[in-house]
């Protein structure tokens, strides 16, 4: 497996408590992605960063932020959660805009109560 | 928007036969990439084919591209029950930083 690691694997937290995803790279790769899955839905891209401090919203950001302060991580951060925050997410990593292929993390399942 | 559409959604074969997914998308692409998901994992990337490529091969995977109709298709030859996954195409659009598109995904099951 490529060096992506998510943490935490597994949360179960309250509606309206923030809650913030890790993900930790280990291949100095450039991009980095935030990819939430759901049933019926595929997977849809949240955020995405090209770079330190370089950030960008993908097609379902509303409610979440991120930031990347290190090339190694990237925090999705959900200001206050609701339940249809409910998901598995997964991060990605790529040296390449898309054109080479990416490496995913094993997902954080978030249950939002 | 979703830019890869599976087909069929779900697929159930013996072991040993050959599986076909099909995969269409909407906009012009800079590649088209195959991903399985096996239940609980994170996706894992399979073959990736660029928009000037016709046909690609893998092993026992081999993946065709028809950019004029915007479709692709994935075929696993001599299935195993290993290769029970979901299998994702997914978009790279060209000229973007926007990362990959996926689609919702093919539910392969391989009957023992």
């Known amino acids: 497996d490529a060096g992506i690691t998510q943490s935490p694997r597994h949360k179960v937290t309250e509606t309206g408590t923030p809650v913030t995803l890790r993900c930790h790279q280990t291949e100095n790769h450039r991009y980095m992605y935030w990819y939430r899955q759901d049933p019926g839905h595929g997977l849809r891209l949240i955020h995405y960063?090209?770079?330190?401090?370089?950030?960008d919203k993908g097609e379902v950001s509303d409610g979440y932020s991120v930031s990347r302060s290190k090339t190694e991580d990237f925090l999705l951060t959900l200001e206050s959660a609701t339940s249809s925050q409910t998901s598995v997410y997964f991060c990605?990593?790529?040296?390449?805009?898309?054109?080479?292929?990416?490496?995913f993390g094993q997902g954080t399942r978030l249950t939002v109560v | 928007s979703q830019q890869g559409e599976e087909d069929p959604q779900a697929l159930s074969i013996q072991e040993g036969e050959n599986a076909t997914m099909n995969c269409s998308y909407k906009?012009?692409?800079?590649?088209l990439q195959w991903y399985r998901q096996n239940s609980g994992r994170g996706l894992v990337h399979l073959i990736l084919i660029r928009s000037n490529e016709r046909e690609k091969h893998s092993g026992r995977l081999r993946v065709t591209l028809d950019t004029s109709k915007k479709s692709s298709s994935l075929l696993i030859t001599a299935s195993r029950a290993a290769d029970t996954a979901s299998y994702f195409c997914a978009t790279a659009a060209g000229g973007g930083a926007d990362g990959l598109t996926f689609g919702k995904g093919t539910h392969l099951i391989i009957q023992p």
């Open positions: 906009t012009s692409i800079n590649n």
């Open positions: 960063s090209y770079g330190v401090k370089d950030t």
């Open positions: 990605a990593i790529s040296d390449d805009r898309g054109g080479t292929e990416a490496f």
